[in-house]
């Protein structure tokens, strides 16, 4: 072979290798964020759908393959498919307090409480400290009119989980319906003082002022609240659509 060849073949040899690894990385890291549920958009997500049902076509018990076929199809949307999934999963794998959270997640949004809040029901039995089950209750709860229990879930997740604001936005927006207005107002403050930009924080801090009667602090904190997220001043979440008027 001429010298002079042997240089730009093995230089094109060499970009060959990296081009070969790069993709290989590539598809390492997809796997990894199929495997992981983590998506960035719809493209990835219907990829992966792809990716799982022909995983699961090769190996049909495998129950945490059908998690995650789960989990892609209630990111976009189709809980009903998602919880064909988290059913298939616990037929292979009972007494799994994760399977049935997820299941409850869609049965919420499908608007079906009682059996979110069945399927939450029987998450706890099974694990009684098992934060997710409690939120996820609370929510259904909460939804269906129940604000008593949604307020005790609510507590319960708190006090398993004290540093997660959430979970004292979601206990004051409940006492708000219970018209306990200075509880709202506590839970409130309890919230924001573990995240300072939380805009619905901000956002029922302004309601409970606003039943409490102390309308400037009422109007500070609506203000706040469309700073931090200026879809609080869209007519959606007008104080007239809250009640206020």
């Not at 890291?29 to 199929?34: E, F, N, Y």
């Not at 400290?129 to 209750?137: C, D, H, L, Q, T």
Request: proline share 3%; aromatic share 12%; with cysteine.
């Amino acid at each position: 072979m001429d010298g002079r060849l042997i240089y730009p073949i093995g230089f094109l040899l060499m970009l060959a290798f990296v081009w070969l690894g790069v993709e290989e990385v590539k598809g390492l890291r997809g796997r990894r964020q199929i495997l992981h549920g983590a998506y960035r958009n719809l493209a990835e997500c219907e990829r992966a759908i792809d990716y799982l049902s022909k995983r699961l076509e090769r190996e049909p018990r495998d129950w945490e393959t059908c998690i995650r076929r789960g989990e892609a199809f209630a990111f976009l949307g189709d809980h009903q498919q998602a919880i064909r999934d988290y059913t298939r999963a616990l037929s292979l794998h009972q007494k799994d307090e994760g399977i049935l959270v997820r299941r409850g997640r869609s049965y919420y949004k499908l608007r079906k409480y009682d059996e979110a809040i069945w399927d939450c029901t029987r998450a706890l039995d099974i694990n009684a400290r098992y934060i997710p089950a409690y939120s996820a209750r609370g929510q259904a709860y909460f939804e269906s009119g129940a604000y008593e229990q949604a307020v005790h879930d609510y507590t319960r997740s708190i006090e398993l989980s004290p540093e997660n604001a959430q979970n004292y936005i979601n206990r004051g927006q409940a006492y708000y319906k219970l018209k306990k207005y200075s509880e709202t107002l506590l839970d409130s403050d309890y919230a924001l003082a573990l995240k300072p930009d939380s805009a619905v924080a901000h956002f029922y801090r302004g309601l409970a002022y606003y039943r409490l009667q102390a309308y400037g602090k009422a109007i500070e904190e609506h203000s706040q609240a469309i700073l931090l997220s200026p879809r609080y001043a869209h007519p959606d979440q007008s104080s007239l659509r809250l009640g206020l008027s």
